[in-house]
């Protein structure tokens, strides 16, 4: 089974930007379509963008379009997340997800298989 893990939280003023990485270890991420999910205090996690396993095909929540950015590389074995012209109600613990099926990009956090640990994003106002 694949195993992930977060890095590039941090605390980011409005207006700034963050680059999360998802990497994977276990087994290839080429087999696997990935999401970008995040959970504010008291929110449910909501999906932020999914990109299928060529990494040709990505799909973003409508609150994040034009300023977050998917992307994978599967030589690396890695999921990318650019996050620019933050705000604060992008603060959230943000998490990478792995599903092994193929087809359209589920938004639905039940359908995703495996989790990383999250990682703190935090934007000041």
């Known amino acids: 089974q694949v195993q992930l893990v977060e890095t590039g939280g941090g605390l980011v003023q409005a207006g700034g930007s963050l680059r999360l990485s998802c990497a994977a270890s276990?087994?290839?991420?080429?087999?696997?379509?990935m999401g970008w999910f995040r959970q504010a205090p008291g929110k449910e996690r909501e999906f932020v963008a999914g990109?299928?396993?060529?990494?040709?095909?990505?799909r973003s929540a409508d609150s994040v379009k034009g300023r977050f950015d998917i992307s994978r590389d599967n030589a690396k074995n890695t999921v990318a997340l650019q996050m620019n012209s933050l705000k604060p109600e992008d603060t959230a613990v943000y998490y990478c997800?792995?599903?092994?099926?193929?087809?359209?990009?589920?938004?639905?956090?039940?359908?995703?298989?495996?989790w990383g640990q999250g990682t703190q994003v935090t934007v000041s106002s």
């Open positions: 276990g087994r290839s991420l080429s087999n696997y379509q």
């Open positions: 990109i299928n396993q060529s990494g040709g095909t990505t």
């Open positions: 997800a792995a599903r092994g099926a193929v087809g359209t990009i589920t938004i639905n956090s039940y359908t995703y298989d495996t």
